[in-house]
């Protein structure tokens, strides 16, 4: 469909006075109809200087090559032809932030698929909500969706919200079970079934329908071991995820030859628009962060995608012509029709990359507004607390990142860059090398719980409950109470 055809254009005149009188808006949109692609053109027509946020490098790429402007990533840096827009992600969003509060030269942000609830997304909310207040109030803000409940978007923000109707072509669904129950995922297992069925589901989309197929899978394992199954079967088969390569991302948004089979993770789910797709292949299945509060760390979970995710999905074979929708069963079982909305990050993954963003900020104790949702992800101590919990003094560890009134101090003031932690040096060792010529390392005696944090034997806080005439153990220390007895 024409650019100068889409349901957006519509609406365009509508959302510009809102923003003129109101200075911010939550715009809703079915997948399609290009809010992504000509509302920031039409912003920039108005005179304002427009950057854009969206939650993936894939979908930044494609949406700046489409609109012709500049964009940004972490590592890469391209200008086009528009100076008025950029588009970035929202990790380059937050560092902006950081570096200049006012963000000089931006007349508006455009926060997009914002129903997505990513950490870093919500996070550069709260900061624009909180320039806006206090040092920019002419900046205008824009928050997109095309599957968000748009009311509390819009109590949030503090403007209307402006609704674009229709789509650009419809969308077939045809279920395609597997012949019988697969296991449901585990952790980051996937029942191989499964997969042999996805590639199976592949191949008869290639032989009944035209056209390119694209087919969402949960990590990079599942599209290796499908890409392999479908060696031969068809021209070319391309592996997008957020470790593939430039070269692979662009190969992806150029039409190809012949015809083409695109593996991917959710990286191209929304705000993107891949070329020659006809026909949609839907695992159900996705990659969600979770915090092991039993260990305090967070991974990766592979678990049913939400309604909201497979509206998206299906959104990608009606791009250019109307085509088909094939999603497949979760685990063995029919996707739930009224199945609620997927919980955002904010409330699953580990927070301390978010507080050391908010001490950065100016607020340690992270004050501010709250976004839609649940709350925050609690800590292991809220998880698992004992019953002599509360007789122990509760004490609070400052590293160099922090002081004790949770302020950013030193390092901490640095952006943070992602990467392994540095090895700790060792006492009469070079700096964190091996030991220097003629000294031998001491020998470190202490007590099994304490290899479990940087506290010292003393301090750390699984030694009293092993020390004589304390209250008994919590089960979680009972495997170190044999330890210490063996």
């Given amino acids: 469909m024409p650019e100068t055809d889409l349901p957006i254009r519509g609406v365009l005149p509508e959302l510009l006075a809102v923003l003129e009188r109101h200075g911010s808006a939550v715009l809703t949109a079915p997948p399609g109809t290009g809010k ?3 509302v920031p053109p039409a912003l920039a027509e108005a005179g304002l200087r427009v950057l854009v946020a969206e939650p993936r490098r894939l979908a930044v790429r494609a949406a700046a090559r489409r609109m012709g402007v500049s964009y940004t990533i972490r590592g890469e840096r391209h200008k086009g032809a528009n100076p008025m827009v950029e ?3 929202t990790g380059v969003l937050l560092q902006r932030l950081q570096r200049d509060q006012e963000l000089t030269g931006v007349d508006a942000v455009i926060l997009d698929e914002c129903h997505e609830r990513h950490l870093d997304a919500d996070t550069a909310l709260a900061f624009l909500l909180d320039v806006r207040d206090t040092l920019r109030p002419d900046l205008r803000l824009l928050a997109t969706s095309a599957t968000a409940d748009a009311e509390p978007w819009a109590r949030l923000i503090g403007g209307p919200v402006v609704a674009a ?7 077939e669904t045809i279920w395609a079970p597997p012949p019988r129950p697969v296991a449901p995922p585990h952790g980051l297992r996937v029942d191989p079934a499964l997969l042999t069925h996805v590639a199976s589901v592949v191949r008869r989309a290639l032989a009944e329908r035209d056209g390119d197929v694209l087919c969402f899978l949960p990590g990079v394992a599942e599209i290796a071991r499908v890409a392999g199954q479908l060696a031969g079967d068809v021209d070319q088969v391309l592996q997008v995820h957020g470790q593939a390569p430039a070269h692979v991302q662009d190969a992806v948004l150029t039409p190809g ?29 996705a990659r969600e962060p979770r915090t092991d509060h039993s260990r305090g760390l967070g991974s990766l979970t592979t678990v049913r995608a939400s309604k909201a995710a497979a509206t998206q999905r299906a959104g990608r074979a009606g791009r250019e012509a109307p085509r088909h929708g094939l999603p497949l069963l979760d685990g063995g079982r029919p996707r739930p029709p009224g199945r609620p909305p997927p919980r955002p990050e904010i409330a699953l993954a580990d927070l301390t990359a978010f507080t050391l963003q908010a001490a950065c900020w100016g607020a340690p104790r992270r004050q501010g507004p709250r976004p839609p949702g649940p709350a925050p992800a609690r800590g292991p101590h809220r998880r698992h607390r004992d019953p ?30 992602p990467g392994p932690r540095p090895p700790r040096p060792r006492p009469g060792s070079r700096r964190g090398g091996r030991p220097a010529l003629g000294t031998t390392p001491p020998r470190r005696v202490g007590r099994p719980g304490a290899r479990l944090a940087h506290h010292p034997p ?17 089960p979680l220390l009972h495997p170190f109470r044999e330890e210490v007895r063996g």
């Fill in 165 to 171: 109707t229709g789509a650009t072509h419809p969308v």
């Fill in 257 to 285: 030859a012949g015809r083409r089979v695109v593996l991917a993770t959710s990286v191209a789910e929304s705000s993107l628009t891949v070329p020659g797709v006809r026909v949609v292949v839907d695992s159900g299945l």
């Fill in 458 to 474: 003393r301090q750390h806080p699984l030694r009293h409950p092993l020390e004589a005439g304390n209250p008994p153990p919590p």
């Fill in 388 to 417: 002599h919990h509360a007789r122990r003094p509760r004490t609070r560890q400052s590293g160099p990142a922090s002081d004790r009134a949770g302020a950013a101090d030193g390092p901490g003031r640095r952006p943070p860059t």
């Fill in 87 to 89: 588009v970035v992600t």
């Fill in 36 to 38: 992504t692609t000509v």
